[in-house]
């Protein structure tokens, strides 16, 4: 029998929810950002049905939560709060993010179009951090044959045989594609630093050469995006429990992410050396608070969405003389 979960946020079971809607009040505005306050007020009133979503005054206002760390910055993620939620519920939550889904699903369109330029989506996350729960959410209703995911595993024999970026430069998005690293190129500065699996003196350098190699991309045309899925120690230890008490989460369990626990520390210190050294303001790392599932994936939905609106990909000019043309009978 599937154990509980999610007390802790709401104060009242799932089945409870689901009979009982929460009202979707929002929270004191001394308790939010003044920016993130009138994106909540918004979103709340169209999750009620009073006004009709105004996406251009959404797009304006910056979601409270997300830290997107400066180039050379000394970053303290234990200082960042894993539960934000910027004020939202779960329902508002919901509902904005059908907005975003909107606004990525038309830019993803045009960037096919144009198909000059690229966006390269990367994830990281401790094990259980939510990588796959945010590709399934943030890409619900994009083009299939626009969106390219990749999941890098254990490297294979001949990809160990290789440079360690051989693997994840043949996967980059071409002209027009999105592409989703589901983990990537800073698994060899992240998981190989924090169990050794290279001296020092071979993923030391790696830093610099993956700044190196991100601005080799931007220069291509491929724009960088990249999400640290933030989640606290304690969450992660409801998320194995759930996965051990619930037969259906079974397949995702792995005895080996119970090991890799037992180095919780040394990999937030390997995440904040990666996000702190490999920041640029080319390829600025986002910090992503990611208890709460729904605000996580309206954070990285709508970073996705303004990323496209700045690169404003244009639909190519149409050949001349073709609103002359005529189809034969
Ligand atoms: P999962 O994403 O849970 O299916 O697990 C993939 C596993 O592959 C994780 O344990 C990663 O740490 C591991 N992995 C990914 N990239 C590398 C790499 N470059 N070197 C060693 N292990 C890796
Ligand atoms: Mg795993």
């Not at 500065?189 to 003196?201: A, H």
Request: hydrophobic residues 35%; contains cysteine; glycine residues 6%.
């Amino acid at each position: 029998m599937a154990k509980k979960r999610g007390k802790r946020h709401s104060g009242q079971s799932d089945t409870t929810r689901a009979r009982k809607p929460k009202p979707l009040s929002p929270r004191p505005e001394s308790d939010q950002p003044p920016s993130s306050a009138a994106w909540a007020r918004s979103v709340m009133r169209h999750a009620k049905r009073e006004s009709p979503v105004d996406t251009a005054a959404l797009a304006s206002c910056a979601a409270a939560g997300i830290v997107t760390v400066q180039p050379g910055e000394a970053l303290d993620l234990a200082a960042i709060d894993a539960n934000a939620d910027g004020g939202l519920d779960k329902e508002a939550s919901k509902q904005a993010l059908l907005v975003e889904h909107g606004r990525i699903q038309a830019l993803q369109e045009r960037l096919y179009a144009e198909h000059r330029r690229s966006l390269l989506v990367v994830l990281q996350a401790i094990d259980t951090g939510g990588k796959d729960g945010t590709i399934r959410s943030v890409f619900e209703g994009v083009n299939p044959q626009g969106c390219r995911v990749w999941s890098f595993k254990v490297p294979s024999a001949e990809e160990r045989d290789h440079d360690f970026l051989w693997r994840y430069h043949a996967k980059v998005p071409g002209r027009g594609m999105i592409g989703v690293f589901n983990r990537s190129h800073y698994e060899d500065v992240l998981v190989v630093r924090v169990k050794s699996l290279e001296p020092e003196g071979v993923w030391r350098p790696r830093y610099d050469l993956i700044n190196d190699f991100e601005r080799m991309l931007t220069l291509s045309g491929v724009t960088v995006l990249k999400f640290f899925l933030h989640i606290s120690k304690d969450e992660q230890k409801e998320r194995l429990e759930a996965r051990i008490a619930d037969p259906e989460k079974h397949w995702k369990f792995d005895a080996a992410d119970l090991v890799e626990r037992q180095s919780w520390d040394a990999y937030q210190g390997a995440f904040t050396d990666a996000l702190s050294r490999c920041s640029t303001s080319h390829a600025p790392w986002h910090v992503v608070p990611a208890n709460r599932k729904w605000y996580r994936n309206l954070l990285v939905a709508r970073t996705i969405a303004n990323t496209l609106e700045a690169m404003d990909p244009r639909y190519p000019d149409a050949q001349p003389g073709i609103a002359e043309l005529t189809v034969p009978d």
